[in-house]
């Protein structure tokens, strides 16, 4: 998949601008970025919030030959292509809390929104939200989450972190988007993750 990414110093959601893109038939592959949203959100319209410039906040536009309930396999892969570019990159064990969380120590450092429109049993979009915690310092935080400066004392950049969770999901997406034939036990676990 060929990735466009669109930088914004501010947005409302990174997912809402995408949204807009995915109705009016923007490519696949089309991600929107920004260093600060105002009106950031997770599941169950649940806020997330993020300092201005110290996380990585993005979203990507997915055309994908999926049926609709088989879309949660796309939260996984995204949670866990996040996973291990933390692993590659910063020698951080992450864990995958289902459905869509991924925890460093206990705590949360990134959370996946994924957002899709179709009808019937076909998706026509998927537009899916990630956001991890960077440079955040402590007081930055809530109390049950954490960054990778936090964990590290190190600074990561932006570009570095998103062109290796781009790369990572990207080698899935291609695998699953081609092949996935679930079965009705992975479906359902998926559903009641």
Same mark, same amino acid.
């Given at each position: 998949?060929?990735?466009?990414? +669109?930088?914004?110093?501010?947005?409302?959601?990174?997912?809402?601008?995408? #949204?807009? &893109?995915? @109705?009016?038939?923007? @490519? /696949?592959? =089309?991600?929107?970025? %920004?260093? &600060?949203?105002?009106?950031?959100?997770?599941?169950?319209?649940?806020?997330?919030?993020?300092? @201005?410039?110290?996380?990585?906040? &993005?979203?990507?536009? #997915? @055309?994908?030959? +999926?049926? =609709?309930?088989?879309?949660?396999?796309?939260?996984?892969? %995204?949670?866990?292509?996040?996973?291990? =570019?933390?692993?590659?990159?910063?020698?951080?064990?992450?864990?995958?809390?289902?459905?869509?969380?991924?925890?460093?120590?206990?705590?949360?450092? !990134?959370?996946?929104?994924?957002? *899709?429109?179709?009808?019937?049993?076909?998706?026509?979009?998927?537009?899916?939200?990630?956001?991890?915690?960077?440079?955040?310092?402590?007081?930055? +935080? #809530?109390?049950?989450?954490? *960054?990778?400066?936090? /964990?590290?004392?190190?600074?990561?950049?932006?570009?570095?972190?998103? !062109?290796?969770?781009?790369?990572? &999901? *990207? /080698?899935?997406?291609?695998?699953?988007?081609?092949?996935?034939?679930?079965?009705?036990?992975?479906?359902?676990? #998926?559903?009641?993750?």
């Amino acid at each position: 998949m060929r990735f466009r990414i +669109l930088h914004y110093k501010t947005l409302d959601s990174t997912n809402n601008l995408a #949204l807009q &893109f995915a @109705r009016v038939d923007a @490519r /696949e592959g =089309a991600v929107i970025a %920004a260093d &600060f949203q105002t009106q950031g959100r997770g599941r169950f319209k649940r806020r997330w919030i993020s300092a @201005r410039g110290k996380g990585l906040l &993005f979203s990507i536009i #997915l @055309r994908p030959h +999926l049926k =609709a309930s088989e879309a949660p396999i796309l939260t996984h892969l %995204a949670a866990q292509s996040v996973a291990e =570019a933390l692993k590659s990159s910063f020698n951080l064990e992450a864990k995958l809390k289902r459905p869509n969380d991924v925890l460093v120590k206990g705590k949360k450092i !990134a959370g996946i929104l994924t957002e *899709s429109s179709g009808s019937g049993s076909r998706l026509d979009y998927v537009v899916m939200g990630i956001g991890l915690n960077l440079n955040h310092r402590p007081k930055e +935080l #809530l109390h049950s989450a954490t *960054s990778i400066y936090v /964990e590290t004392g190190k600074q990561a950049d932006h570009k570095q972190v998103l !062109a290796e969770i781009l790369a990572r &999901f *990207s /080698e899935k997406y291609n695998r699953v988007s081609k092949s996935y034939k679930p079965t009705e036990k992975a479906l359902k676990s #998926l559903q009641h993750a």
